[in-house]
């Protein structure tokens, strides 16, 4: 079982909140159920690869993003040599 203040659920939720989105669109987004993103922010399910990448596109940030918390406001994409700015 996961922490409830599981930071990588924390992230994900940071983020779609910055992002005015309800855990719905996050889902249909990423094209994954509503109870993912529901367990997944309160670290209730283990965050595995394939849900880590859907939830990031959705979001529109790397997925390193969420597994090692760089700064929201700038995001670097590494493959890139860039930053993207998110405010």
Do not use: W
Not at 11 to 39: C, E, K, N, P, Y
Not at 65 to 85: F, H, K, N, R
Request: net charge positive; aromatic share 0%; with cysteine.
């Amino acid at each position: 079982m996961h922490h409830p203040n599981d930071p990588i659920g924390r992230r994900v939720r940071d983020l779609r909140l910055q992002r005015a989105l309800s855990q719905q669109d996050l889902a249909d987004r990423a094209g994954v159920h509503r109870l993912t993103v529901l367990q997944l922010e309160a670290g209730t399910r283990p965050a595995l690869p394939r849900t880590m990448r859907k939830i990031a596109a959705a979001l529109a940030v790397p997925v390193m993003a969420l597994t090692i918390g760089q700064p929201s406001d700038e995001l670097c994409v590494l493959e890139q040599q860039s930053c993207l700015i998110h405010q």
